[in-house]
């Protein structure tokens, strides 16, 4: 991964997590996150190895559809 690359995936992180915490107690459906990146050409897999990421970094949680942020 290049330096660019590498910022670009930490920006899009810090959007999801910040995202994520407007949802507040609610939480933030899954289902939206994806639609949004998507739309940005983010695959299924990339979508799902990111949210991975970021809720086994401990920054979100997940309980079903819903992250909630931690």
Do not use: H
Request: glycine letters at 10%; proline letters at 3%.
């Amino acid at each position: 991964m290049t330096a660019p690359q590498l910022k670009a995936l930490l920006v899009v992180t810090d959007a999801i997590i910040e995202s994520v915490k407007a949802a507040g107690t609610q939480g933030a459906p899954g289902g939206k996150i994806y639609a949004a990146l998507m739309a940005q050409g983010c695959t299924l897999n990339q979508y799902e190895m990111l949210m991975s990421m970021i809720v086994e970094a401990g920054k979100l949680r997940r309980s079903g559809d819903l992250y909630f942020a931690i």
